[in-house]
């Protein structure tokens, strides 16, 4: 495949073999310098490398993975960020090179042998399945009510690679979805998984558009629950990135932080890592939108550029691992998973496939729920979700082993969790990162136009900015 700046060069000229095969030899030293070695930036270097580019990563962290990490906790090991993947027909790319790389991509949950998990409402465990018998037909009916509402809502959206296209959009980008929810007149419990629901998925109701919503429910709203989360890598997201990264002749330089990308007007880019640069002809700048202006453009973005990056909404997604001895969930013949009225958020295990008599549960939480917690301690948060989980699961903390806590917003490479477009921000910044800034090229979840806040979102992205870059 002939790179595209050589397809313009070769454009109208009638060359001689052996200029042309100079002509190629030159075109093999096109050099792309990626910013990020989380999957967006794997992606993009393998995809680059498969055309012809030659290509050195700089990741900023001493792993690589971004939001993707894999914590060893004595024989087994849980995910601190990006865990769990959608059926092929969603997650179409992450299955695909999966199968290609040999990585293995298990099934989660103990899929019908048991209760998946619970509600923990007033005090009250309630498996799924007994929310009617114990809460009453009308918070199922209304539960139901809202996830075909959910539906109807993504029938809004004429063309989810470009929402704001959509009839009204302009108006529903300004509503936020705690008020369409409201409008609904939903049981006080169904309201309240509603909203708890929109929480974990993107970010606090009241701070999401309701364009954003509905333009995820046009892709989600027909992805049942058996495509839905029920796969994860059986050696942890770390095997997924390796996959990629063993596959990457350049260099992938760990503990490179980014501070500045220049484009001098000699042509080209010059990426510095403080003192250091790094020349090459085009920069795939990959950190999310939250840490995007850490980085000094020179010069500076576009403003619309520049400002998304100061204003996109992320939200706060966090996580605890808390390994036990004994697999206590399963006595209550449950799968343990757990959706709690209280700040613990979510619960689930992370650990059906892996042997040993213990398990990971996860304790995600996001929006307020987190933001409540900004100031506190990894171990005061660690301790609040202990205590919950005895109090849904009493005697559980005797089982407990070892705890480790990922507050994502504190971490200065993330400063959040995933893109969440807020209200108004949609007609604004939608597709905002598709062009590039000169020779300075943008990928990851946040720059996908499909599945934003997920790791296929990252490795379309990379896909797409190779195939830019190349001019396909
Ligand atoms: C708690 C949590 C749970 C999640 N759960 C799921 C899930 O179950 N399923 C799912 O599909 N997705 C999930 N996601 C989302 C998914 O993890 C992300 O969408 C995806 O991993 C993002 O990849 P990325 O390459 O776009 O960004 P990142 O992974 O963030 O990669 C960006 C990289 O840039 C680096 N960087 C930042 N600044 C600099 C700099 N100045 N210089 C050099 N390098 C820099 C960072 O260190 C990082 O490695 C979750 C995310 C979180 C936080």
């Given at each position: 495949m002939i790179p595209q700046l050589i397809r313009k060069t070769l454009k109208g000229f009638t060359l001689s073999t052996s200029l042309f095969i100079s002509v190629l030899v030159c075109a093999e030293q096109q050099e792309a310098i990626v910013?990020?070695?989380?999957?967006?930036g794997l992606t993009a270097a393998y995809e680059l490398e498969q055309r012809g580019y030659k290509v050195t990563v700089l990741e900023a962290r001493d792993r690589i993975g971004g939001r993707i990490g894999t914590l060893d906790m004595g024989d087994q090991h849980g995910e601190i960020g990006g865990e769990l993947i959608d059926h092929p027909r969603v997650h179409t790319l992450v299955n695909q090179y999966s199968d290609d790389f040999g990585v293995e991509?298990?099934?989660?949950?103990?899929?019908?042998?048991?209760e998946e998990g619970a509600y923990y409402i007033d005090?009250?465990?309630?498996?799924?399945?007994?929310?009617?018998?114990?809460?009453?037909?009308?918070?199922r009916q209304d539960q139901i009510r809202f996830h075909n509402e959910l539906d109807k809502l993504g029938e809004l959206i004429t063309d989810s690679a470009d929402p704001r296209t959509s009839p009204n959009a302009a108006m529903l980008d300004n509503q936020n979805v705690q008020e369409w929810i409201d409008n609904l007149n939903l049981h006080p419990t169904a309201k309240m998984l509603a909203e708890h629901y929109v929480r974990a998925e993107f970010d606090d109701a009241d701070n999401v558009s309701l364009l954003y919503m509905?333009?995820?429910?046009?892709?989600y709203g027909k992805v049942g629950d058996n495509e839905s989360e029920i796969l994860r890598f059986l050696h942890g997201g770390r095997d997924f990135a390796n996959a990629f990264a063993s596959r990457i002749n350049g260099p992938i330089l760990l503990n490179h932080v980014v501070t500045a990308v220049n484009q001098p007007n000699s042509g080209g880019v010059i990426v510095k890592v403080g003192n250091k640069s790094f020349a090459g002809d085009v920069a795939v700048v990959t950190v999310p939108s939250t840490v995007l202006n850490k980085i000094k453009f020179n010069p500076a973005l576009p403003a619309t550029q520049k400002e998304a990056a100061d204003n996109l909404?992320?939200?706060?997604?966090n996580k605890v691992l808390l390994q036990y001895s004994k697999r206590f969930w399963l006595d209550y013949g449950l799968g343990g998973d757990t959706v709690s009225d209280g700040q613990i958020g979510w619960t689930w295990e992370s650990t059906e496939r892996q042997e040993g008599e213990g398990g990971i549960l996860v304790a995600y939480f996001s929006g307020s729920y987190a933001d409540a917690q900004i100031e506190w301690t990894d171990e005061e948060v660690i301790q609040d979700k202990v205590d919950q989980i005895e109090q849904m699961y009493p005697g559980s903390t005797q089982y407990l082993v070892?705890?480790?806590?990922?507050l994502w917003h504190r971490d200065p490479y993330t400063m959040g969790g995933f893109l969440a477009y807020a209200p108004g921000q949609m007609m604004k910044y939608w597709g905002v990162f598709l062009e590039p800034a000169g020779n300075v090229y943008f990928a990851g979840e946040h720059t996908d136009d499909?599945?934003?806040?997920?790791i296929e979102g990252a490795v379309r992205?990379?896909?797409r900015v190779a195939k830019q870059i190349a001019g396909e």
């Open positions: 910013v990020g070695a989380g999957m967006a991509l298990v099934d989660t949950g103990y899929w019908g042998k048991i005090g009250q465990l309630i498996p799924y399945g007994s929310l009617k018998r114990e809460l009453g037909l009308l918070v509905a333009s995820q429910y046009k892709i909404n992320s939200g706060t997604q070892d705890t480790s806590a990922h499909e599945h934003i806040g997920f992205s990379g896909v």
